[in-house]
């Protein structure tokens, strides 16, 4: 079974500056997807970005873009520039190419942003 | 607009007070699922329907029931509450193989 662990329970930064969030992850398959969600206060679940495996060139929105690196099974996301607005849990995830549309999730990390 | 509506977002019952949370998705969507969030967890699925009248268990299935009738609605069924299902419900759906949309969450606690 697949599994995703992020070992930073919570991270903090000052605003403007940068932060890296770590995420590993346990698969057998070769293809596959993953995901960094992010949810405020509202508890709403946004998607952030999105990691296609087959590719190898890292996915970027914006102030946000992510190191795969595929042999090590570590998928980190680092966003630039931090902003108030970016205070929330971010949970990593994982999801198969194909088959049912599970995803397994990671524990979550909590980034406070200080003014 | 595209969305997932869950409904109650919040409830307070009582041990073995059956409770049905529903969800409902206008984008025709296949594919619907549950999750529960639980502190230090992260989310898991509970159950999920590939389309109508199929539907299988995920992760942590046990005390829970769903249904898959129409397309559209999705219900989670807890028979017999118990304080261990206390936590926070999702609901997502998506076509196949494309991005999961996630309802707004349901904070469910069982006194």
């Known amino acids: 079974a697949q599994t995703v662990t992020q070992s930073q329970p919570e991270m903090s930064v000052q605003e403007a500056e940068t932060v890296t969030l770590s995420c590993t992850y346990d698969?057998?398959?070769?293809?596959?997807?993953l995901f960094w969600y992010k949810q405020p206060p509202s508890r709403q679940m946004i998607l952030v970005i999105r990691q296609e495996a087959y590719k190898q060139q890292n996915a970027t929105e914006n102030r946000f873009s992510v190191n795969f690196q595929k042999a090590a099974k570590s998928f980190s996301l680092k966003i630039s520039d931090s902003q108030l607005g970016d205070a929330a849990m971010y949970f990593c995830?994982?999801?198969?190419?194909?088959?049912?549309?599970?995803?397994?999730f990671g524990q979550g990390t909590r980034l406070t942003i200080n003014p | 607009e595209a969305q997932v509506t869950q409904n109650p977002r919040y409830l307070i019952t009582v041990t073995g007070k059956k409770l049905t949370v529903t969800c409902s998705q206008n984008?025709?969507?296949?594919?619907m699922s549950w999750y529960r969030q639980d502190p230090g967890l992260g989310l898991r699925q509970i159950y999920y329907?590939?389309?109508?009248?199929?539907?299988d268990k995920g992760d942590v299935p046990e005390g829970y029931k769903v249904s898959r009738k129409e397309k559209r609605n999705f219900p989670l069924i807890l028979e017999s509450p118990s304080p261990n299902q206390t936590s926070l419900y999702f609901c997502a759906s998506s076509r196949y193989a494309g991005e999961l949309f996630f309802g707004e969450g349901s904070r469910l606690t069982v006194l």
């Open positions: 984008m025709n969507h296949e594919y």
């Open positions: 698969t057998s398959e070769s293809d596959y997807y």
């Open positions: 329907s590939m389309n109508v009248e199929v539907t």
């Open positions: 995830a994982y999801r198969r190419f194909q088959g049912a549309q599970k995803l397994v």
